[in-house]
């Protein structure tokens, strides 16, 4: 955690990447509050990108709430696994919530965890989460995973805090032999379906993140993971890449790289789908851990 002050009338910036409590000063009423779900692992074998976590954030404009005081939980939730990278190998998993809790008390506000991304081989669909997670490629593909964060501040009507999209689709009508998975929805925007032919997969790229400027710095959080494919290029150029916003790349067929890439701690992204189903065989990159970053105004200093 660490805060920010400056002068007799302090604006002060805690963030938190673990699980912590936060005690609100004896002079604050309202906070600005960005909260981010952990992101979702990839899947192995041209798996489905990973989705990102759900972002929720209360801006100076439609700030939150709370009590002088109070003593809240700030449970940050960590980003999941990705898939193996064998065609009987472990599955992906979603990534956890992040949540805002006066003790005693249900849960304030939540941004949800990524859905994970569908394997490819034995084909499955992207699970839902904060954002969804993208389906797998194969005969036929699957769908990808829907948001299931909520929108609405649940205490004013009309006011919009919580933000998340769609995983892609996976392709792979021609039987799967070229076959592309989607990418990994993001905060900001839906992840890319997969493509069914040729060895370019770039248009299944991750969802980009939902930019907020909490922290003074314009910063995109939640980006999906790239969708994976059956035979993917030589170069992280010609794969799916992950989006803005800590989104992992899909897997490209280079020893070392075959795998997809890891989302980025701090900002919930989404693992990468890894590259495979003939040669070369990639597991799916890990979930990103979320965060949760406090902003108030105190005189107490």
Same mark, same amino acid.
């Given at each position: 955690?660490?805060? =920010? ?5 302090? %604006? ?10 936060? %005690?609100?000063?004896s ?11 952990g992101g ?9 990108g990973?989705? *990102? ?9 439609n ?23 064998? =065609?009987?190998? *472990?599955?992906a998993?979603?990534? =956890?919530?992040?949540?805002?809790t006066?003790s005693g008390f249900?849960?304030l506000?939540?941004?949800?965890g990524?859905g994970?991304?569908?394997?490819? =081989? ?56 070229t ?10 925007q ?7 032919s040729? %060895?370019?997969? %770039? ?9 907020a ?17 059956d ?11 992950g ?17 997809? *890439? ?10 990468g789908?890894?590259a495979?189903?003939?040669s ?9 851990d ?12």
């Amino acid at each position: 955690m660490t805060n =920010f002050t400056s002068g007799e009338v302090g %604006t002060v910036v805690e963030t938190f990447n673990s699980t912590g409590t936060f %005690t609100v000063p004896s002079d604050v009423s309202t906070i600005e509050l960005l909260m981010v779900g952990g992101g979702a692992g990839g899947s192995g074998v041209r798996g489905g990108g990973g989705g *990102a976590g759900g972002v929720v954030f209360y801006s100076a404009g439609n700030s939150l709430q709370v009590t002088a005081g109070e003593t809240y939980t700030v449970t940050v939730g960590t980003g999941g696994t990705g898939g193996g990278n064998g =065609f009987t190998g *472990a599955t992906a998993t979603g990534g =956890f919530n992040t949540s805002f809790t006066k003790s005693g008390f249900p849960d304030l506000v939540v941004a949800s965890g990524g859905g994970e991304g569908g394997r490819g =081989f034995n084909t499955e669909i992207g699970k839902d989460g904060g954002c969804g997670g993208g389906g797998g490629a194969g005969a036929g593909g699957k769908a990808g995973g829907g948001t299931n964060q909520s929108a609405q501040d649940t205490n004013r009507i009309n006011i919009v805090v919580g933000h998340g999209f769609a995983g892609g689709d996976g392709n792979g009508a021609s039987g799967g032999g070229t076959a592309g998975a989607g990418g990994g929805g993001g905060a900001g925007q839906v992840g890319g379906d997969g493509r069914d032919s040729g %060895t370019d997969n %770039t248009v299944a790229k991750g969802g980009h993140g939902y930019t907020a400027d909490i922290t003074g710095v314009a910063l995109a959080y939640g980006g999906g993971g790239g969708g994976g494919e059956d035979q993917p290029g030589s170069t992280s150029g010609v794969v799916a890449a992950g989006g803005d916003g800590g989104g992992g790349r899909a897997g490209f067929d280079s020893s070392g790289s075959e795998d997809g *890439a890891d989302g980025t701690d701090g900002l919930g992204g989404g693992g990468g789908g890894g590259a495979g189903g003939t040669s070369p065989i990639g597991a799916g990159g890990d979930g990103g851990d979320g965060v949760v970053i406090i902003k108030y105004t105190t005189s107490t200093g």
